[in-house]
């Protein structure tokens, strides 16, 4: 069964800042690696989608880079905003179903 | 375009009593999802359609846990009796193949 882990569980970083977030896998037999992010009560908003064939994807300040090989993902955030506070949260597909497994995410926060 | 829609945002009831919740999903997406979300977790996937079929219902509680949806587009989700470990978030998802989950607000479910 697919397990993906996130370190940070939290992390804090001034405004301005470049950070990367971690996702590790360990099953590498992906139909694609997904990146949302979750406000408050809210529900998970969809901010990247990798395909297994793909190296990355970016998305304005957002970059997400995948290694099938070693079953990781990064997410880069660069030049960070107090409104980049939010959970943010990996996802393996192991089919194209979209069958996701997710992690326990990372509570980011970006102080002014 | 609309989003996912899901009622109701909150519920408490008491242990051993019955609840439900509804989604309607984005407008011509053929996958619908119900997601659970314990505090502090990932969410995990409870039951998958295609259209109105079950692609993956295999962590869903049978024994409490009910789901359909009808005419492959609203679905609704039932706990008949529940528990005390059902106090969740249970959030609905929509997607077409291959493509990103759009997620709804989610219902915030205690029970007591």
């Known amino acids: 069964k697919q397990e993906v882990t996130q370190i940070p569980a939290a992390l804090s970083v001034p405004e301005g800042e470049n950070l990367v977030l971690n996702c590790s896998f360990t099953?590498?037999?992906?139909?694609?690696l997904q990146w949302f992010r979750q406000d408050p009560g809210k529900g998970l908003t969809s901010l990247l989608l990798?395909?297994?064939?793909?190296r990355e994807q970016t998305s304005g300040r957002l970059n997400a880079s995948l290694d099938k090989s070693s079953g990781r993902s990064t997410l880069y955030i660069a030049a960070s905003q107090p409104g980049d506070s939010a959970t943010y949260l990996c996802?393996?597909?192991?089919?194209?179903?979209?069958?996701?497994?997710f992690g326990t995410g990372t509570r980011l926060t970006v102080i002014p | 375009e609309a989003g996912v829609a899901q009622s109701p945002r909150y519920k408490i009831i008491e242990k051993r009593q019955s609840v439900a919740f509804w989604c309607n999903p984005i407008?011509?997406?053929?996958?619908l999802y119900w997601y659970q979300q314990i505090l502090g977790q990932g969410p995990k996937l409870l039951i998958q359609f295609q259209n109105n079929g079950v692609v993956d219902d295999s962590q869903l509680p049978k024994d409490r846990f009910s789901a359909e949806r009808l005419k492959g587009v609203d679905s609704t989700l039932k706990i008949q009796p529940a528990k005390l470990e059902d106090s969740a978030v249970y959030l609905c998802?929509?997607?077409?193949?291959?493509?990103?989950?759009?997620f709804g607000n989610g219902t915030r479910l205690t029970v007591t």
């Open positions: 990798i395909q297994s064939s793909q």
């Open positions: 996802a393996a597909a192991q089919t194209g179903a979209n069958n996701l497994f």
């Open positions: 407008s011509g997406h053929a996958t």
């Open positions: 099953d590498s037999a992906i139909y694609n």
């Open positions: 998802a929509s997607s077409l193949y291959n493509s990103p989950l759009h």
